[in-house]
């Protein structure tokens, strides 16, 4: 087994494979390539996998640091990432059922939580990009906030995902 690491639109690798798998990212991979090159790059029978993790944010602790964001920014953080994936990932479930270039494409859900200490929680959002561009007093105020409702809800939290599987077989 070998890794290369590169953009998947800059790489012009050989050999073929049995499996190609993305996660959390194939929907930055150029839209006229990601099902043509995959399809070109698999073996007969080969499977693409595309993996998204996707935050359940009707929560007690998702409605509060809202209101968070609302204090600092005037509006909700981010909109709803429920819907907002329901609403994108049914874009690309269907780009992939579409592309002519699977078959057998299959959308599998994996429910699952996460506990997060509050140092855990905030070291996940910073790694957010719209908390990286923040300005740093914005993002520090942002933060302490944030700290000061974990630490009022016991100092952990635990946040509801689903994993989606979109997972299809070389046509």
Known sequence: MSFVQSTFEEWQGEGRFDVIYAAQSFHWVA??????????????QGTLALFWNSI??????????????????????????????????????????????????????????IEYTREQYLGLQGTYSDNAKMKSSCRKALFEDIEGLIDAMGGAIAVPYTAILFIGRKA
Not at 31 to 44: A, C, I, M, N, S
Not at 68 to 84: A, C, N, P, Q, T
Request: glycine share 4%; with cysteine.
């Open 31 to 44: 839209e006229e390539l990601r099902y043509k090159k995959t399809h070109e790059l698999l073996r007969d």
């Open 56 to 113: 359940k944010d009707d929560t007690d602790f998702s409605r509060a640091e809202n209101e968070i964001w609302v204090k600092h920014f005037g509006e909700k953080m981010r909109g709803s990432y429920s819907e907002l994936f329901e609403q994108e990932g049914l874009l690309e479930l269907n780009s992939f059922r579409q592309s002519s270039c699977f078959e057998d494409v299959e959308y599998l859900q994996f429910p699952h939580r």
